[in-house]
């Protein structure tokens, strides 16, 4: 499946586990809501500086997530 | 340390020690060569899409590579 998609559910699912909003994620990032939303959707995909600042934002380390994204590749 | 620049280096470093060229790499991953470079010197940083590119063509995991830009950080 594409890394894109596969990304966007991870984030939807940690950003629901935080039971933090996507307004309240992008506040937290300093990204824009619809950018949260087209990640979300596997639309848009990030870079690494965006991985960092969400995974922060997320109190959970960048690796766990490129490890999960492995691990359902 | 910009996490652009600790990627960078850390490119350069594995694509060392695999001896291969950035004009290698770049047909491995079909990025453009000046593009490896850029991204070897911190100049662009990559989404997660090339991050997994770019560590298949050298044989190590895209979750090694930042959990050594953690540690880095």
């Known amino acids: 499946m594409d890394i894109?998609?596969?990304f966007?559910?991870?984030l939807r699912e940690e950003r629901i586990k935080k039971s933090i909003t996507q307004e309240e994620l992008s506040h937290l990032c300093e990204l824009d809501r619809t950018y949260?939303?087209?990640l979300e959707r596997g639309l848009r995909q990030p870079s690494i500086k965006t991985l960092f600042s969400l995974s922060s934002a997320l109190d959970i380390k960048a690796s766990t997530i490129i490890i999960e994204l492995e691990n359902r590749l």
């Open 8 to 10: 966007g559910k991870l």
């Open 36 to 38: 949260i939303s087209l």
């Open 4 to 6: 894109a998609i596969i």
